[in-house]
């Protein structure tokens, strides 16, 4: 019903975001917001922050001085404002982020998981300050909402870039959190690119940062910090993964093959979490492979609003031609197993199975539905992990295998975030399966888990 609603009411309506201040600052530029799915289709507009936008909204910065109980009514407070506006929530995640519905449905729940998970923790010790939460497009609402209601739990101030693919997301999220009453100068919202959070992560008045987007970024912010900011002022990041799958010749073929093809295609593969690299043990790799290829030809690829619908656009013209230069690279070397037929119009990219030696092949996270494949052989597993951990982007790993001993052995070696064994690899589960990094991917607690507002407050040892 609250789909329909959407449809209804929000499938043509443009929404206008800007800045949210506790000051006058003058605006920056003015741009039009397109769908990725439908490129004629205008979202709406966007006026950006500048550099002296943050400086102003940094000097009327100020920490939630509200109550730990206050605190936590107002989070659920938002939570509950999120749900009864369901609907054009769903409609900006689907047309400003060409997420599918059930992306759409599942990230609108996560939001409001953390909201009222983070919402019962606000007891503790006292808040670092004010966050700068830096968050990225392709969970424009889950992880924007995640981030901030962990810096408000703690009671912290927050000034707020979202990624600048979607800003109106961002802003009426932002307008929702007003409403329930955040007060403005608690938290602010600065759209904007890279200009507008290397200004936040540079102002002293920020007094720890909470990121999540791409490794390089993440040493940008680190080093910035460093120069910048009060000694000692945390970075919170969650970054990017090369993750991989190992399938050895005990494993169910078709629940692999399921679990492959969601945890490599789903979002268009536009996930921290995505597998992008694939190991098949070698005695099975021509018949598993042809099942895979086959699972790959039966996906539906279109138009995110249509239920049936398995693969939507990626991003943005950016994101796309970026993707397809490196399939076309692949073809050239004769390496492409199987693509698929896309739609014309859009920023479509198709599902592609590429073969490679192994995850030393890979030399960046390609954040699209791309798939890289590569065999082992029996006595090889210990190979596998050793170059798997040689990668050092520890996020998430899967392994499909009816050998108990083996689940034991790879888990116990493997150094990666989050394991998966026979089943799909997928992000949070708010409260059950927290999600994040090691090494490259990322600096822990995970966001989810009992200890991530903690990072969020001062701690007696750190004072
Ligand atoms: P992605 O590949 O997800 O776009 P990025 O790391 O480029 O990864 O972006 C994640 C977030 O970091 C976005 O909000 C982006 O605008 C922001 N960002 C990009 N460059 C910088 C920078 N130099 N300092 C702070 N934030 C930045």
Redesign the pocket.
Known sequence: AAIDEARGAFERHRWDAGPLLAVDAPPGETETVKNPARPRDEVGTVTWASPDTVAAAADAAKPWDASAEERSKVLNGIADLYEANYGELFAILHREAGKSLQDAVAEIREAVDFLRYYGARTEGEPAVGVFAC?????FPLAIFTGQIAAALAAGNGVLS????QTPILAWRAAQLMHEAGVPKTVLQLLP???E???A??SNPAVGGVA????T???Q??HK?MAENLAPGAPLIAETGGLNAMIVDSTALPEQAVAAIIESAFQSAGQRCSALRCLYVQEDIAESFTEMLTGAMEAMRIGRPWDPSTDVGPVIDKDAKAEIDAYIAEAEETGRVLKTCDTPDAGHFVAPTLIKVSGIEDLEREI?GPVLHIATFAADEIDKVIDAINGKGYGLTFGLQTRIDDRVQHVSDRIEVGNIYVNRNQIGAIVGSQPFGGEGLSGTGPKAGGPDYVERFRKHPAEA
């Open positions: 830096i968050s990225p497009w392709n870039k979202p990624a600048e904007g690119a890279g507008v959070g290397a936040l992560t990121f999540t987007g791409s390089e970024t993440a940008i912010i910035s954040f």
